[in-house]
């Protein structure tokens, strides 16, 4: 079953808005990563934050972790066309006394020119 | 540095038969995980190796196997192609193995896309 959710499932903004993108999991994690995916191509690491972090910057890339509601949020500010991709949140899950990676079914943004 | 590579990047094959998915991680990582992606079932993990060993596997049947050789390489096998089986196959590198307060990031390949038919 899957960790993570996210919300929305598709969001389409005017290029220049900000995007604000949520993922809900459900059982304690160490670390939350984000990934973008264009259009059927491999995911492209964006941000890792870890359990004891609250905030974190990378560019445009503004994350925030709320451990006590099991959540996190991805914002892109002055969004650009190049932005249209797929966002996924994955979070580590122990199985077994090892971690996979849980994902979440991802939002899909477009960005209208 | 060269990143992640998989090969190949797209595959046709006939229900019944096998395949087998090659990744090349980054140089000098030495934890490569395969995920398998559908519309429907979104991403989810297959396996992850590290050191020639596998750490962990997910909730995928015994057709599907993979192996790490020593020079951190990976293969993935899938025996008995089923129709369902038909999604982007997805490798990624670490530095370190996935998750855990040491959990580093994993770094992704652009996939083997496998149609069964």
């Known amino acids: 079953s899957q960790q993570g959710e996210e919300d929305p499932q598709a969001l389409s903004i005017q290029e220049g808005e900000n995007a604000t993108m949520n993922c809900s999991y459900k059982?304690?994690?160490?670390?939350l990563q984000w990934y973008r995916q264009n259009s059927g191509r491999g995911l492209v690491h964006l941000i890792l934050?870890?359990?004891n972090e609250r905030e974190k910057h990378s560019g445009r890339l503004r994350v925030t972790l709320d451990t006590s509601k099991k959540s996190s949020s991805l914002l892109i500010t002055a969004s650009r066309a190049a932005d249209t991709a797929s966002y996924f949140c994955?979070?580590?899950?122990?199985?077994?006394?090892?971690?996979?990676?849980?994902w979440g079914a991802g939002t899909k943004l477009i960005i209208k020119p | 540095k060269a990143g992640v590579t998989q090969t190949p990047r797209y595959l046709i094959k006939t229900r019944g038969q096998q395949v087998t998915l090659s990744c090349s991680p980054i140089?000098?990582?030495?934890?490569v995980s395969w995920y398998q992606q559908t519309p429907g079932q979104g991403l989810q993990f297959l396996f992850e190796?590290?050191?020639?060993?596998?750490?962990n596997k997910g909730n995928f049947p015994g057709r599907f196997s993979g192996r790490q050789f020593s020079n951190s390489r990976s293969e993935m096998n899938v025996s008995t192609l089923e129709l369902g089986d038909s999604a982007l196959y997805l490798c990624?590198?670490?530095?370190?193995?996935?998750?855990?307060?040491?959990?580093?990031?994993?770094?992704f390949g652009q996939g083997t896309r496998l149609t069964v038919v």
């Open positions: 934050i870890r359990s």
């Open positions: 190796y590290f050191s020639e060993t596998q750490r």
């Open positions: 990624a590198s670490s530095f370190g193995v996935l998750g855990g307060a040491l959990n580093t990031e994993a770094f």
């Open positions: 994955a979070t580590d899950a122990k199985r077994d006394s090892n971690y996979q990676l849980i």
């Open positions: 140089s000098g990582h030495r934890s």
């Open positions: 059982t304690s994690i160490n670390n």
